[in-house]
């Protein structure tokens, strides 16, 4: 399955196996999309704080998360309000 997400305002996608998607937390699927992020942008260094958006998981909106970097590379999600 395909995650589409948005991380500090840049776009990016990755895969994960569709049983492993339908068994974790949204806050789960934001962490590894902040991962995921930074990898991806290897020349650049983790914010302490990454505000994840994701925006079609399965066609659903799993909404924002801002992810905390306390120790480089974890991230710890908790959800945002929208409004």
């Excluded at 395909?2 to 789960?28: K, Q, W």
């Excluded at 066609?59 to 929208?82: H, I, M, N, Y």
């Amino acid at each position: 399955m395909t995650l589409h997400y948005c991380a500090n305002a840049l776009i990016g996608t990755f895969c994960l196996p569709t049983r492993y998607v339908e068994s974790c937390r949204a806050e789960d699927l934001a962490e590894l999309a902040a991962a995921d992020h930074w990898r991806t942008h290897p020349d650049s260094r983790p914010t302490f704080i990454t505000v994840v958006h994701l925006h079609n998981v399965e066609g659903r909106d799993l909404g924002l998360f801002e992810l905390r970097c306390e120790r480089k590379p974890v991230f710890t999600a908790s959800p945002l309000q929208q409004g």
